[in-house]
């Protein structure tokens, strides 16, 4: 089993002082601005991509 990928930075003050939280799996502290916080995944959207969409910005 893969480990998850970590933050780059605080999504609240934008630092990346991070260390994982003792508390709670998956959760995160941030030095700078001493807020815990947890990423989550919510789900798929479900438009999903259209045919002879390539993926790029639409105009």
């Known amino acids: ?4 990928a970590a ?3 605080c999504p609240y003050c934008g630092d ?5 939280n003792e508390e709670g ?3 995160w502290e941030c030095g ?3 807020r815990a916080f ?3 995944f919510l789900g798929l959207l479900t438009r999903g991509l259209r045919l002879g969409d ?3 910005e639409r105009k």
């Open 1 to 4: 089993m893969s480990e998850r």
């Open 7 to 9: 933050p780059f930075y």
């Open 16 to 20: 990346e002082d991070l260390r994982p």
């Open 25 to 27: 799996h998956g959760a």
């Open 32 to 34: 700078a601005c001493n």
């Open 38 to 40: 947890q990423l989550k």
């Open 54 to 56: 390539g993926g790029g």
